[in-house]
Nanobody, 124 residues
Framework: QVQLVESGGGLVQAGGSLRLSCLAS????????MGWFRQAPGQEREFVAV????????RYVDSVKGRFTISRDNAKNTVYLQMNSLKAEDTAVYYC?????????????????WGQGTQVTVSS
């Protein structure tokens, strides 16, 4: 079982960029699909993006397509979320999560391991 630690959040102006990182422990990182979710105050956790174990397949929620890019470096046990053209509505706590089944769904129940989250605040 992996353990996950996110970093890279912060305060940025609308139109700016941030790159989130999620470092995983363990030697089986490449066997997990890795997802990013976010949760804004008073709202349910929302799927953002997912990447399969090899890094060859990705999926995104429509609201971030063309702005966000998920990638991974299995040699570094790290998954990234590059966020460009940020909007105020992207403000949320961002979580990375691991899915051993590699179903690559947007359902949080399919992800068995979660990080602690990192805050992203976009000022308008």
């Amino acid at each position: 079982q992996v353990q996950l630690v996110e970093s890279g959040g912060g305060l940025v102006q609308a139109g700016g960029s941030l790159r989130l990182s999620c470092l995983a422990s363990g030697r089986t990182f490449s066997t997990y699909a890795m997802g990013w979710f976010r949760q804004a105050p008073g709202q349910e956790r929302e799927f953002v993006a997912v990447i399969n174990g090899s890094g060859g397949r990705t999926r995104y929620v429509d609201s971030v397509k063309g702005r966000f890019t998920i990638s991974r470096d299995n040699a570094k046990n790290t998954v990234y979320l590059q966020m460009n053209s940020l909007k105020a509505e992207d403000t949320a706590v961002y979580y990375c999560a691991a899915d051993r089944s590699q179903l690559m769904t947007g359902f949080s129940r399919n992800y068995g391991t979660w990080g602690q989250g990192t805050q992203v605040t976009v000022s308008s």
